[in-house]
């Protein structure tokens, strides 16, 4: 049964930062580019980070560009998104997604977990 568990969500003053966690059970995460999506009340799902499979290519939404860092650990079968310098246009639903390098259609996603950036 594949599972993505998103951890770390919460409420953060600006400038402040926050981890997110990805459990990732199930499938062989190894073989799997990870990323980061984020949607906001009354707007559509975007793309924030993406990490791949073999090389660790990292990809970033410009608004997020030298703020945020993914990362991934393999042996653990979690994927991390470091945020810094947070910013209210930052809240949002945070959602887990894994891709099989090859096999795009094996495409799986986590519950979410809320951001709220607010003094």
């Known amino acids: 049964q594949v599972q993505l568990v998103e951890s770390g969500g919460g409420l953060v003053q600006p400038g402040g930062s926050l981890r997110l966690s990805c459990a990732a059970s199930g499938f062989t995460f190894s073989n799997y580019a990870m990323s980061w999506y984020r949607q906001a009340p009354g707007k559509e799902r975007e793309m924030v980070a993406t990490i791949t499979s073999i090389i660790e290519k990292t990809t970033y939404a410009d608004s997020v560009k030298g703020r945020f860092t993914i990362s991934r650990d393999n042996g653990k079968n979690t994927v991390y998104l470091q945020m810094n310098s947070l910013k209210p246009e930052d809240t949002a639903v945070y959602y887990c997604?894994?891709?099989?390098?090859?096999?795009?259609?094996?495409?799986?996603w986590g519950q979410g977990t809320q951001v709220t950036v607010s003094s």
């Open positions: 997604n894994a891709v099989h390098w090859r096999l795009t259609e094996l495409n799986y």
